[in-house]
């Protein structure tokens, strides 16, 4: 078994797909108004999908923005610079850069829905 792909399910798919392509300065592929994938190493296997496509699997199932249980870990060379690179993109930051108990230097904040998003270097 492999792990393919992360979808964050949005109402806003063109700024949700902005944001990210903006922190992990990458290009994501649209595939169409409501799908779009990151198949470069920066994000590759994150997805960004539209609320209505989720309907398929059933009425209710998905919901926008309301995520408070998963965060996108991504591993940098330079938290500090990640930081100062992000401040006029991020406006809702959970952590400025602290050096964690397992010896990682990281910054946290949320994406334009909510999804917490850590930057973690290893000293």
Not at 65 to 81: K, M, T, W
């Amino acid at each position: 078994m492999t792990l393919k792909q992360t979808r964050l399910i949005t109402t806003d798919v063109a700024k949700l797909t902005r944001f990210y392509e903006n922190v992990s300065q990458s290009k994501a592929e649209v595939l169409n108004s409501s799908y779009v994938q990151f198949q470069n190493e920066a994000c590759k296997g994150l997805a960004i999908v539209e609320l209505t496509s989720t309907r398929a699997y059933g009425e209710d199932v998905t919901e926008a923005g309301a995520n408070r249980s998963v965060i996108l870990d991504f591993e940098v060379d330079n938290v500090d610079a990640e930081y100062e690179r992000l401040q006029e993109s991020v406006s809702d930051w959970v952590m400025p850069p602290k050096v964690m108990p397992w010896g990682a230097r990281a910054i946290v904040f949320r994406d334009p829905d909510g999804n917490l998003v850590n930057m973690y270097s290893h000293p």
